[in-house]
């Protein structure tokens, strides 16, 4: 078993041929998907998919940069999707150009943040440029959990999650970075995810990238550390269990 820790299966680019991609995930031993969501539209969708694969745990969130087109209503929603899920999210912020206002992002971060520390949820977070100002929002959550997703930070910002009790989700960039490489040797080895972010950050210009790469970023970790892949991945899977809570989920730990 490896899990893949944040993957958009129910992005509709996958529409076409999804249950080739998860059958190629599980040919490949990735067998358990954590799979977030970025906009109430795809809820409904996420948690029939939930229903039909037995190893897709769905997280229900709203990201920055469709936060805009979300009311009230919808966190009244997510309240009530969440005892189903194994995290919010993804939710954050992202400082890049053509994204909704900062102040927009921030009061749907921090409602959203609100809403997990209540309901006892561990929260994806996507940063992009805004690495510095989330981990300052995110201070005045000492309660809250979670994973940086798709982590490309500095070491600084890295100890300093590692230090709240965050996770970095390490994806294809692993590959190469050498940056990321680095700090993935330093940084103590409970606070690693792996993660394809399928079927975003393919490996392969033109392609879908698809959880499937998951054994390849595992070897690459492994290198970088010095064990065994069975050991690493025993590591990461033990983090994702931890994290999400999934043995309350039918995730079976014995490893
Ligand atoms: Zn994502």
């Known amino acids: 078993m490896l899990i893949d ?24 031993g990735v067998d358990c998907w954590v799979v977030p969501s970025a906009k109430s539209e795809e809820w409904p969708h996420l948690v029939r998919l939930a229903g039909r694969y037995p190893g897709l745990h769905p997280a229900f969130g709203i990201h920055p940069w469709y936060c805009e087109r979300h009311r009230d209503v919808h966190l009244r ?4 999707l969440l005892p189903g899920a194994v995290a919010l999210g993804e939710c ?29 949820k561990p929260v994806i977070l996507h940063a992009y440029k805004a690495l510095d100002r989330l981990i300052r929002l995110l201070r005045a959550y000492p309660g809250i959990r979670g994973v940086v997703h798709g982590f490309a930070g500095s070491s600084v910002q890295a100890e300093r999650l590692v230090e709240m009790g965050f996770c970095l989700g390490i994806g294809t960039m692993l590959v190469k970075s050498g940056r990321l490489r ?64 999934l043995e309350s989920f039918g995730v079976n730990n014995d490893l």
């Open 77 to 80: 929603e997510l309240r009530r």
């Open 182 to 245: 680095k700090l993935v040797a330093d940084i103590p080895a409970e606070f690693l995810l792996l993660e394809s972010d399928a079927p975003d950050q393919s490996l392969q210009r033109g392609m879908l990238n698809e959880p499937a790469v998951l054994p390849r970023l595992l070897e690459e970790m492994a290198g970088i550390r010095n064990l065994a892949p069975e050991a690493m991945a025993a590591r990461l899977n033990a983090n994702a269990v931890r994290l999400f809570n």
């Open 5 to 28: 820790s944040h993957c958009h299966l129910a992005d509709e680019r996958f529409d076409a041929d999804r249950a080739a991609v998860m059958s190629r995930a599980a040919l490949a």
């Open 92 to 120: 954050g912020l992202d400082f890049g150009p053509e994204r909704p206002r900062q102040a927009v992002q921030e009061h749907w971060f921090e409602q959203q943040l609100q809403l997990a520390e209540q309901m006892h």
